[in-house]
């Protein structure tokens, strides 16, 4: 009882709050990709990139906020050479978005060397952690301590969701969007330039997903470690394929990894082992797929 009480107190709610942001920002990327009919694998190298270029920017300027417009330009860049491949160039966004990923892990690896002459992780004094929201809503019934402890992109996370989903289906440009997803030849027809949509939405996702980044190594920890996005980016493709672009059943599976990977994290105090605390947000995921499937094969018979 101890343990299921542990688990179930403020820190677990304040650790997925801070797990579920960086994933509700990916997830705000994703999504206008999806809509615009791109299917976007690029998502993990957008996150990585964005990481990487928080903590060098925080630690460069000793500025956390200059790290988040670094960590913003960087993935907007990277989204802007997958974008010119994908619609300009037509190319495969299946290809491209692999060569996105395993670029930017080879990038980063080695920029780590380069710039900070370190291996794995790079931590240091100058690199500056974004402020929380603290005392500001600590007093809120419930979730004020969870709240506490987001930073301003944390609140960007929470709130864009439901702000985007409302973009999309209630404005003349989000409906736009959802035309060019739905039919391109239909959108030209009627003076709406599908390839202009498309790369303007992949680089807007980028600069997203370059925030996610920022989120996930500035958010909490102040540092940045090879592979840091850990196949987040991967999820949210999943959790997207899963949901076919529907916002608050996004945001539910989503939040089964983040309550996992917070749960998880409050396992390792109890003495269990890491590999499994790792494995946990995964595991989830696993079974979200299969219940999802399950559902999807019983409606079929009926």
Same mark, same amino acid.
């Given at each position: 009882?101890?343990?299921?009480?542990?688990?179930?107190?403020?820190?677990?709610?304040?650790?997925?709050?801070?797990?579920?942001?960086?994933?509700?920002?990916?997830?705000?990327?994703?999504?206008?990709?999806?809509?615009?009919?791109?299917?976007?694998?690029?998502? /993990?190298?957008?996150? =990585?990139?964005?990481?990487? #270029? !928080? *903590? +060098? $920017?925080?630690? %460069?300027? &000793?500025? @956390?906020?200059?790290?988040?417009?670094?960590?913003?330009?960087?993935?907007?860049?990277?989204?802007?050479?997958?974008?010119?491949?994908?619609?300009?160039?037509?190319?495969?966004?299946?290809?491209?978005?692999?060569?996105?990923?395993?670029?930017?892990?080879?990038?980063?690896?080695?920029?780590?060397?380069?710039?900070?002459?370190?291996?794995?992780?790079?931590?240091?004094? /100058?690199?500056?952690? =974004?402020?929380?929201?603290? #005392? !500001? *809503? +600590? $007093?809120?019934? %419930?979730? &004020?301590? @969870?709240?506490?402890?987001?930073?301003?992109?944390?609140?960007?996370?929470?709130?864009?969701?439901?702000?985007?989903?409302?973009?999309?289906?209630?404005?003349?440009?989000?409906?736009?969007?959802?035309?060019?997803?739905?039919?391109?030849?239909?959108?030209?027809?009627?003076?709406?330039?599908?390839?202009?949509?498309?790369?303007?939405?992949?680089?807007?996702?980028?600069?997203?997903?370059?925030?996610?980044?920022?989120?996930?190594?500035?958010?909490?920890?102040?540092?940045?470690?090879?592979?840091?996005?850990?196949?987040?980016?991967?999820?949210?493709?999943?959790?997207?394929?899963?949901?076919?672009?529907?916002?608050?059943?996004?945001?539910?599976?989503?939040?089964?990894?983040?309550?996992?990977?917070?749960?998880?994290?409050?396992?390792?105090?109890?003495?269990?082992?890491?590999?499994?605390?790792?494995?946990?947000?995964?595991?989830?995921?696993?079974?979200?797929?299969?219940?999802?499937?399950?559902?999807?094969?019983?409606?079929?018979?009926?």
């Amino acid at each position: 009882m101890d343990v299921l009480t542990a688990l179930l107190s403020e820190g677990t709610l304040a650790s997925l709050t801070r797990a579920l942001a960086p994933l509700l920002l990916l997830g705000m990327a994703g999504l206008l990709c999806h809509r615009v009919g791109v299917f976007n694998i690029a998502l /993990e190298g957008f996150m =990585l990139m964005g990481a990487f #270029a !928080a *903590v +060098a $920017g925080s630690a %460069v300027t &000793g500025q @956390a906020y200059l790290g988040v417009v670094a960590a913003g330009l960087s993935g907007g860049a990277v989204a802007t050479a997958f974008a010119v491949g994908v619609v300009w160039r037509r190319g495969d966004p299946m290809v491209l978005g692999i060569a996105v990923n395993l670029l930017v892990a080879g990038l980063t690896t080695y920029l780590l060397w380069a710039v900070f002459g370190v291996r794995g992780t790079f931590q240091s004094p /100058e690199v500056r952690p =974004l402020p929380q929201l603290g #005392a !500001a *809503v +600590a $007093g809120l019934p %419930v979730l &004020g301590p @969870a709240l506490a402890t987001l930073s301003v992109l944390g609140v960007l996370a929470l709130a864009g969701l439901p702000a985007m989903n409302a973009f999309l289906d209630r404005t003349v440009w989000g409906l736009r969007l959802r035309g060019v997803g739905l039919d391109a030849e239909a959108a030209g027809s009627l003076g709406v330039d599908p390839r202009r949509y498309r790369f303007l939405v992949i680089t807007f996702a980028g600069v997203l997903g370059g925030w996610a980044g920022a989120q996930l190594s500035l958010g909490s920890v102040a540092l940045f470690t090879e592979n840091m996005s850990a196949g987040r980016g991967w999820v949210v493709v999943l959790a997207l394929l899963l949901t076919n672009g529907r916002v608050w059943p996004l945001v539910g599976v989503l939040a089964v990894f983040a309550l996992a990977d917070a749960v998880g994290i409050r396992l390792q105090t109890y003495g269990f082992p890491v590999q499994l605390s790792d494995a946990a947000p995964y595991l989830a995921t696993l079974a979200v797929i299969v219940v999802v499937g399950v559902t999807r094969r019983r409606e079929a018979r009926r």
